[in-house]
């Protein structure tokens, strides 16, 4: 299972799928935005197979700069992920899923290179 509506919370047991998912949403946003992502990496509970997890693949990207990111946003929305609302002044979190029925199956953390915000997503995961 991957993805749930907005505002819904429901942990499931590790499925090596998302790994899959996951490498393979990489390869996407990195063709897009290619040279402005220092690193692309999985995070989040997703990312832990020991862990049960909300079914939705959390992306951090370190870049930096946001400005080619933002100049991206029509290839990105091509790709699938479009800019979310609730963004920060230290974050762009882009989505995918399905805006008809309200999912999401992916959170993209767009942050800072060697922000408390990167280092953070990294440590987390790998604790």
Request: proline share 4%; hydrophobic share 45%; with cysteine.
């Amino acid at each position: 299972m991957i993805g749930l509506k907005r505002g819904t919370v429901q942990l499931c047991a590790h499925e090596r799928a998302w790994e899959t998912t996951a490498r393979l949403s990489i390869e996407k946003l990195g063709n897009v935005l290619g040279k402005n992502a220092v690193a692309i990496e999985h995070v989040g509970s997703t990312a832990i197979p020991a862990i049960r997890s909300k079914p939705i693949i959390d992306i951090a990207i370190a870049v930096t700069d946001f400005a080619p990111v933002m100049e991206a946003l029509v290839k990105l929305e091509e790709a699938g992920f479009w800019l979310s609302r609730d963004n920060r002044p230290e974050e762009l979190l882009l989505v995918s899923g399905s805006r008809e029925e309200d999912t999401r199956d992916h959170h993209v953390h767009v942050v800072l290179e060697q922000s408390p915000q990167w280092r953070d997503y990294i440590l987390f995961r790998d604790y």
